[in-house]
């Protein structure tokens, strides 16, 4: 193994005696070089086992500790123990990993989301779906996936297919133009009539 001790791109750590690139070091401002004299590793282990002392000495139970292998972490929302791969970035941590792992961040992601634009939870989402009997509730063919609401109420209408939810929103949630278009394919398109110079009146 290289060292890197003596290096500007690497840095021994005082803790596991490694000498390791400079990015498995937190920052540290008080320090000449800007980074922590312990590695990443070391600080989360280090703050794990401060953890379970401070848990033992107010008498509260403590979670066994999982044997995690090297490159990997354990995901506190799902609790699987992922590859570094599977973890987004995040430079002010100890370990520089999200503290959920990718696939949670989507899923609490996909909940807030439906919670700030629709005011609903997935269960919510779910049943209506379960009631559509899966299927988008305007073509009834595609899967129902997109939620859609009418944006001066906020009022969620139901669960539609991508082409679906896309076709109404480019003829304005307009029922109008809809009832338009529909007599339009069936051959009976509504044609304006010349009231005055420059006036049209639509059939209605």
């Given at each position: 193994m290289t060292d890197l001790s003596d290096s500007p791109q690497?840095?021994?750590?005082?803790?596991?005696?490694?000498?390791?690139?400079?990015?498995?070091?937190?920052?540290?401002?008080?320090?000449?070089?800007?980074?922590?004299?312990?590695?990443?590793?070391?600080?989360?282990?280090?703050?794990?086992?401060?953890?379970?002392?401070?848990?033992?000495?107010?008498g509260k139970s403590v979670r066994e500790k999982l044997e995690v292998p090297h490159g990997h972490k354990l995901c506190r929302t799902c609790g699987e123990i992922k590859p570094h791969s599977e973890w987004h970035r995040n430079a002010t941590a100890s370990d520089g990993l999200s503290t959920r792992c990718k696939a949670c961040r989507v899923i609490q992601g996909r909940q807030g989301h439906l919670k700030r634009n629709y005011g609903m939870t997935e269960a919510e989402r779910?049943?209506?779906?379960?009631?559509?009997?899966?299927?988008?509730?305007?073509?009834?063919?595609?899967p129902a996936i997109h939620v859609d609401h009418c944006h001066e109420t906020g009022r969620v209408r139901g669960v539609l297919c991508f082409n679906c939810n896309s076709a109404i929103g480019k003829l304005g949630d307009d029922p109008d133009a809809?009832?338009?278009?529909?007599?339009?394919?069936?051959?009976s398109p509504w044609k304006p009539t010349?009231?005055?110079p420059g006036v049209y009146r639509l059939p209605s």
């Open positions: 690497g840095k021994r750590c005082t803790g596991c005696k490694r000498a390791l690139p400079t990015e498995c070091f937190a920052a540290d401002r008080n320090r000449c070089d800007g980074l922590q004299v312990r590695c990443r590793e070391c600080v989360a282990e280090y703050s794990a086992a401060h953890y379970r002392r401070r848990r033992q000495a107010v779910d049943e209506m779906v379960a009631s559509q009997m899966g299927l988008c509730v305007i073509c009834l063919k595609a809809v009832r338009r278009a529909a007599a339009y394919l069936e051959g010349l009231v005055a």
